[in-house]
């Protein structure tokens, strides 16, 4: 799980992407199509579960809860 320090949603080619950096200051990039019912109401200090890959300077994540 991960604590929300920042986030921000930008459109990118038409598709609404969230950048997320994490309270160990990691960063991750989420398509809103991963979890279109959540994402848009996530809020700094909010903890979620998120799923990747694997570990990148900006991490892409696969799943979220």
Known sequence: DITI???SSYSIDGNSVFYITDTKEKRYSVNIGINSDVLPFLS???TV???YAK???VIKVLELK
Request: aromatic share 0%; net charge negative; proline share 0%.
């Open 5 to 7: 320090a920042s986030i």
């Open 44 to 46: 700094v200090g909010d």
């Open 49 to 51: 579960s998120v799923g």
């Open 55 to 57: 570990e990148e300077d």
